[in-house]
Protein backbone atom coordinates (compact mmCIF):
# COMPACT_ATOMS: atom_id res chain seq x y z
CA UNK A 1 0.00 0.00 0.00
CA UNK A 2 1.49 3.44 -0.93
CA UNK A 3 1.93 6.00 1.65
CA UNK A 4 -1.27 8.23 0.25
CA UNK A 5 -3.45 5.22 0.21
CA UNK A 6 -2.48 4.74 3.59
CA UNK A 7 -3.22 7.90 4.90
CA UNK A 8 -6.31 7.72 3.36
CA UNK A 9 -7.40 4.84 4.62
CA UNK A 10 -6.16 5.91 8.33
CA UNK A 11 -8.30 9.44 7.81
CA UNK A 12 -11.57 7.29 6.77
CA UNK A 13 -11.19 5.18 9.73
CA UNK A 14 -10.72 7.98 12.14
CA UNK A 15 -13.75 9.81 10.38
CA UNK A 16 -15.87 6.61 11.22
CA UNK A 17 -14.71 6.15 14.72
CA UNK A 18 -15.54 9.72 15.32
CA UNK A 19 -18.95 9.13 13.81
CA UNK A 20 -19.68 6.20 16.10
CA UNK A 21 -18.67 8.38 18.70
CA UNK A 22 -21.16 11.10 18.00
CA UNK A 23 -23.88 8.95 17.92
CA UNK A 24 -23.20 7.62 21.06
CA UNK A 25 -22.23 3.80 22.15
CA UNK A 26 -24.99 1.61 23.02
CA UNK A 27 -25.24 0.82 26.59
CA UNK A 28 -27.00 -2.38 27.70
CA UNK A 29 -29.32 -1.37 29.91
CA UNK A 30 -29.45 -4.96 31.34
CA UNK A 31 -25.89 -4.37 32.63
CA UNK A 32 -25.66 -4.26 36.73
CA UNK A 33 -24.00 -0.29 37.87
CA UNK A 34 -20.57 -1.05 39.31
CA UNK A 35 -17.98 1.21 40.99
CA UNK A 36 -20.10 4.38 41.11
CA UNK A 37 -18.55 7.18 42.62
CA UNK A 38 -18.88 11.53 42.71
CA UNK A 39 -15.76 13.41 41.17
CA UNK A 40 -17.01 16.69 41.95
CA UNK A 41 -19.75 18.53 43.28
CA UNK A 42 -20.79 22.16 43.97
CA UNK A 43 -23.16 24.44 45.00
CA UNK A 44 -24.71 27.91 43.73
CA UNK A 45 -25.14 28.89 47.47
CA UNK A 46 -28.96 28.71 47.12
CA UNK A 47 -29.79 25.52 47.43
CA UNK A 48 -29.01 24.11 44.11
CA UNK A 49 -26.44 21.49 43.66
CA UNK A 50 -24.12 20.37 40.63
CA UNK A 51 -23.07 16.60 41.02
CA UNK A 52 -20.86 15.08 38.66
CA UNK A 53 -20.50 10.98 38.93
CA UNK A 54 -19.01 7.71 37.24
CA UNK A 55 -19.91 4.66 36.64
CA UNK A 56 -19.76 1.33 35.10
CA UNK A 57 -22.67 -0.09 33.43
CA UNK A 58 -21.49 -3.59 31.09
CA UNK A 59 -17.72 -2.31 29.25
CA UNK A 60 -18.65 1.15 29.51
CA UNK A 61 -17.88 3.89 31.46
CA UNK A 62 -20.42 6.75 31.86
CA UNK A 63 -19.05 9.98 33.46
CA UNK A 64 -23.08 11.63 34.24
CA UNK A 65 -24.33 15.16 35.10
CA UNK A 66 -26.80 15.78 37.63
CA UNK A 67 -28.30 19.07 38.16
CA UNK A 68 -30.62 19.27 41.06
CA UNK A 69 -32.52 22.10 41.94
CA UNK A 70 -33.37 23.31 45.52
CA UNK A 71 -35.81 20.73 47.10
CA UNK A 72 -38.89 22.18 49.95
CA UNK A 73 -37.40 21.75 53.61
CA UNK A 74 -39.47 19.04 55.09
CA UNK A 75 -39.83 17.71 58.43
CA UNK A 76 -39.40 13.86 59.01
CA UNK A 77 -42.61 12.49 58.20
CA UNK A 78 -41.95 9.19 60.22
CA UNK A 79 -45.22 8.66 61.54
CA UNK A 80 -46.81 5.11 61.26
CA UNK A 81 -49.10 4.84 58.76
CA UNK A 82 -51.89 1.76 58.82
CA UNK A 83 -52.69 1.49 55.38
CA UNK A 84 -56.02 0.34 56.27
CA UNK A 85 -56.61 3.71 57.70
CA UNK A 86 -56.54 5.48 54.12
CA UNK A 87 -59.63 6.06 52.17
CA UNK A 88 -57.18 5.18 48.81
CA UNK A 89 -59.32 7.52 46.40
CA UNK A 90 -58.10 10.59 48.91
CA UNK A 91 -54.68 9.57 48.31
CA UNK A 92 -52.29 11.17 45.84
CA UNK A 93 -48.41 11.04 44.67
CA UNK A 94 -46.57 14.25 43.38
CA UNK A 95 -43.55 13.37 41.48
CA UNK A 96 -40.89 16.83 41.00
CA UNK A 97 -38.32 15.68 38.53
CA UNK A 98 -36.39 18.78 39.01
CA UNK A 99 -36.15 18.82 43.07
CA UNK A 100 -35.73 14.71 42.69
CA UNK A 101 -38.84 14.33 45.32
CA UNK A 102 -41.80 11.85 45.36
CA UNK A 103 -44.53 13.28 47.81
CA UNK A 104 -47.80 10.98 48.98
CA UNK A 105 -50.70 13.52 49.77
CA UNK A 106 -53.70 12.67 51.83
CA UNK A 107 -56.91 14.52 51.51
CA UNK A 108 -54.58 17.41 50.25
CA UNK A 109 -51.65 17.52 52.89
CA UNK A 110 -48.06 15.58 52.57
CA UNK A 111 -47.49 12.64 54.56
CA UNK A 112 -44.61 11.32 53.02
CA UNK A 113 -41.43 12.75 50.99
CA UNK A 114 -39.40 10.13 49.44
CA UNK A 115 -36.12 11.18 47.31
CA UNK A 116 -36.31 9.58 43.32
CA UNK A 117 -34.38 9.44 40.53
CA UNK A 118 -35.68 9.21 36.76
CA UNK A 119 -34.03 9.08 33.00
CA UNK A 120 -30.70 10.34 32.48
CA UNK A 121 -32.27 13.31 31.05
CA UNK A 122 -35.28 14.03 33.62
CA UNK A 123 -36.02 17.75 32.08
CA UNK A 124 -37.38 15.94 29.18
CA UNK A 125 -40.49 14.81 28.71
CA UNK A 126 -41.15 11.49 27.57
CA UNK A 127 -41.92 11.69 23.79
CA UNK A 128 -41.45 8.08 21.98
CA UNK A 129 -40.16 4.68 22.99
CA UNK A 130 -36.33 3.97 23.69
CA UNK A 131 -36.11 8.06 24.93
CA UNK A 132 -35.27 7.19 28.34
CA UNK A 133 -37.66 10.48 29.17
CA UNK A 134 -40.28 10.37 32.24
CA UNK A 135 -43.05 11.64 30.98
CA UNK A 136 -44.83 14.42 32.38
CA UNK A 137 -48.56 15.01 33.27
CA UNK A 138 -51.54 13.27 35.09
CA UNK A 139 -52.01 9.73 35.39
CA UNK A 140 -53.15 6.62 37.32
CA UNK A 141 -51.68 3.28 38.85
CA UNK A 142 -53.13 0.74 36.69
CA UNK A 143 -51.30 -2.56 38.23
CA UNK A 144 -49.25 -3.25 41.31
CA UNK A 145 -46.22 -6.46 40.79
CA UNK A 146 -45.14 -7.08 43.82
CA UNK A 147 -42.62 -9.40 42.66
CA UNK A 148 -40.68 -6.91 40.31
CA UNK A 149 -36.83 -7.34 39.89
CA UNK A 150 -36.91 -3.80 41.20
CA UNK A 151 -38.34 -5.04 44.47
CA UNK A 152 -41.92 -3.83 43.30
CA UNK A 153 -43.51 -2.18 40.51
CA UNK A 154 -46.53 -0.23 40.10
CA UNK A 155 -47.35 1.23 36.83
CA UNK A 156 -48.57 3.74 35.48
CA UNK A 157 -51.44 5.15 32.80
CA UNK A 158 -49.21 6.03 30.08
CA UNK A 159 -49.63 6.42 27.31
CA UNK A 160 -52.69 8.57 27.82
CA UNK A 161 -54.95 10.58 25.48
CA UNK A 162 -52.59 13.56 25.93
CA UNK A 163 -49.23 11.64 25.23
CA UNK A 164 -51.11 9.97 21.79
CA UNK A 165 -51.75 13.67 20.91
CA UNK A 166 -48.56 15.15 21.29
CA UNK A 167 -46.86 11.98 20.01
CA UNK A 168 -49.18 12.27 16.95
CA UNK A 169 -48.70 15.40 16.02
CA UNK A 170 -44.57 15.53 16.40
CA UNK A 171 -44.58 12.61 13.83
CA UNK A 172 -47.18 14.26 11.25
CA UNK A 173 -44.47 17.08 11.82
CA UNK A 174 -41.80 14.84 10.59
CA UNK A 175 -39.86 15.62 14.17
CA UNK A 176 -39.52 11.93 15.01
CA UNK A 177 -39.18 9.36 12.71
CA UNK A 178 -42.17 8.10 10.76
CA UNK A 179 -41.23 4.58 12.46
CA UNK A 180 -41.04 5.73 16.22
CA UNK A 181 -43.26 3.71 18.45
CA UNK A 182 -45.11 5.94 21.67
CA UNK A 183 -43.90 3.07 24.83
CA UNK A 184 -45.31 1.87 27.57
CA UNK A 185 -44.40 -0.14 30.59
CA UNK A 186 -43.37 3.11 32.72
CA UNK A 187 -44.20 2.97 36.68
CA UNK A 188 -43.15 3.97 39.88
CA UNK A 189 -39.99 1.10 41.34
CA UNK A 190 -37.40 0.31 43.62
CA UNK A 191 -33.88 -0.50 42.82
CA UNK A 192 -31.87 -4.07 42.86
CA UNK A 193 -30.10 -4.77 46.12
CA UNK A 194 -27.34 -2.63 47.47
CA UNK A 195 -28.34 0.81 44.94
CA UNK A 196 -29.68 2.52 47.22
CA UNK A 197 -26.60 4.99 46.58
CA UNK A 198 -28.15 5.47 42.71
CA UNK A 199 -31.14 7.48 44.57
CA UNK A 200 -29.21 9.41 47.30
CA UNK A 201 -27.01 11.12 44.52
CA UNK A 202 -29.51 11.39 42.08
CA UNK A 203 -27.95 8.94 38.93
CA UNK A 204 -30.62 8.94 35.86
CA UNK A 205 -30.21 5.09 35.30
CA UNK A 206 -33.87 4.42 34.36
CA UNK A 207 -35.10 3.79 31.26
CA UNK A 208 -38.14 6.43 31.93
CA UNK A 209 -39.61 4.97 35.08
CA UNK A 210 -39.62 6.53 38.55
CA UNK A 211 -36.96 4.79 41.38
CA UNK A 212 -37.43 4.82 44.44
CA UNK A 213 -35.03 3.95 47.51
CA UNK A 214 -35.92 -0.04 48.28
CA UNK A 215 -37.33 0.82 51.85
CA UNK A 216 -39.45 3.89 50.56
CA UNK A 217 -40.77 1.92 47.47
CA UNK A 218 -41.94 -0.85 50.34
CA UNK A 219 -43.76 1.55 52.22
CA UNK A 220 -45.58 3.44 49.16
CA UNK A 221 -46.40 0.44 47.31
CA UNK A 222 -48.08 -0.58 50.61
CA UNK A 223 -50.12 2.67 51.06
CA UNK A 224 -51.81 3.23 47.94
CA UNK A 225 -53.92 0.94 45.61
CA UNK A 226 -54.99 0.41 41.64
CA UNK A 227 -56.36 3.66 40.27
CA UNK A 228 -54.30 5.97 43.10
CA UNK A 229 -53.95 9.68 41.16
CA UNK A 230 -50.08 10.46 40.27
CA UNK A 231 -49.07 13.53 39.19
CA UNK A 232 -45.79 13.84 37.03
CA UNK A 233 -43.95 17.46 36.80
CA UNK A 234 -40.90 18.83 35.66
Sequence with gaps: MSLIRFISALLLCMCIAKGSLAQGLKVDESAPVKNLKVISEESDGKGHITRIVQYSKGNI????????????????????????????????IVVSKSSYRVGLYYRNKLIRSYKAVFGPNPKMNKIMEGDRNTPEGKFTITHKNPG???????????????????????????????????????????????GDDMIELGVGWTDGCVALKNKDIEELFSLVGVGTKVTIRR
Design 61 to 92: RITETIFITKAPVFRELTTPIRPDTLIKNLLE
Design 148 to 194: SKYTKFMGLSYPNDSAFCRFNKLKAAGKIPPTARIGGDVGIHGIWKG
